[in-house]
């Protein structure tokens, strides 16, 4: 080849990949993708309409529940051989590390992560933070005239049978929820005892706790920050505390299904979520992003604003399944 033709040759090869990398990149991407997700559905739905902006021939099917119900199905299908989701998007990292150890999640190190603090994604990629979101307190203003300031207040005579709150049962958030504040000093199982002799209601989700207090039908409630400051914004009488004694936050993971049969769909997927486009469009929704230069929404605390509750995740996810078992035998 002389030298006229090597240079020729290369413009093109250049013009073609240069600016893509590699020539699957370079192919706009198409076909089907699965997602399972507790995220709200309109929520989840918003996400895919943004991803869609950018990969428009990639349909995304939905399914949406619970945590602990997602979870559940997909070890019926997995114990069936038959997995149907390619990627996850749950409550909690103790969620993700139990899939991890089950063994099901792929590991995949995204390009997005940098501006994302390394201690929310796993050391070994397999699963990644998509945003914070603090457990607090919700009440009616219209019902309570001195805002509480700390979970303890939610003991208080005052509180008696006004109060609701989401089951772990059912609720990823709620379960690690439990498993914080019953190793967190001064609340304990004790405080969940004095929540139960106070006439708490134990509901589902956390849509249930909003739905009740914006009523009117409780006065008080604990709940993800986004579902009160939502409420709040669209003209419900409520009002959202941090509590005096920290905020629980979870990061509602991201990760890809080991046996997906659609691993370059799922790995666009993730990457726009963890980029600043997907984190942007997380905070448009109304989340707190976890990504670093992307700002939190009005009435939010950023991520450096939180005062975090934590504890070992190990520690959370050995003694997960028992703190259920003893929230069920002392809630049944």
């Known amino acids: 080849m002389n030298k006229k033709t090597f240079l020729l040759a290369l413009s093109l090869f250049l013009l073609c ?5 590699s020539v699957s990149n370079a192919a706009e ?12 559905e309109p929520d989840a739905q918003a996400l895919i309409e943004a991803f869609n902006r950018k990969h428009p021939k ?19 299908e997995r ?11 749950v409550a909690d990292a103790v969620t993700f590390e139990g899939l991890k150890a089950e063994g099901l999640l792929l590991s995949y190190a995204s390009p997005e992560l940098e501006g994302i603090p390394s201690d929310y994604y796993d050391a070994e990629n397999t699963y990644t933070g998509t945003k914070i979101m603090s457990t607090g307190i919700i009440y009616n203003t219209d019902r309570v005239k001195t805002a509480p300031k700390s979970f303890a207040d939610l003991t208080k005579p005052e509180v008696k049978d006004e109060l609701t709150m989401p089951s772990p049962l059912y609720s990823g958030a709620a379960a690690y929820n439990l498993s914080i504040m019953t190793r967190t000093e ?20 956390n849509g249930g706790v909003k739905t009740a207090v914006t009523a009117g039908d409780k006065a008080y409630g604990i709940i993800v920050d986004y579902m009160a400051i939502r409420a709040k914004q669209e003209g419900a009488p409520v009002e959202f505390v941090y509590p005096e004694e920290g905020s629980l936050s979870i990061t509602e993971p991201i990760g890809i299904l080991k046996e997906t049969k659609n691993p370059e769909l799922a790995k666009a997927f ?8 997907g984190q942007e469009a997380t905070a448009a929704i109304g989340y707190t992003p976890i990504k670093a230069g992307v700002a939190a929404p009005e009435g939010f605390r950023s ?7 934590s504890y070992p995740i190990e520690v959370l996810v050995e003694n997960r399944e028992a703190d259920k078992k003893a929230f069920a035998d002392m809630f049944n």
């Not at 990949?17 to 990398?21: D, I, N, P, R, V």
């Open 303 to 309: 991520a450096e604003e939180i005062q975090n509750l």
């Open 29 to 40: 991407l198409e076909g089907t993708l699965t997602l399972y997700t507790s995220q709200p």
């Open 186 to 205: 001064g609340l304990g199982w004790d405080f969940y005892r004095a929540l139960k002799e106070n006439g708490v209601a134990v509901g589902k989700g």
């Open 270 to 277: 993730v990457d726009f979520i963890l980029s600043k486009d």
């Open 58 to 76: 990639v349909t995304v099917n939905l399914f949406r529940s619970g945590t602990e119900e997602v979870i559940s199905k997909v070890m019926a």
């Open 79 to 89: 114990q069936a051989n038959a997995l149907q989701a390619d990627v996850m998007l």
């Open 17 to 21: 990949f240069g600016f893509t990398g």
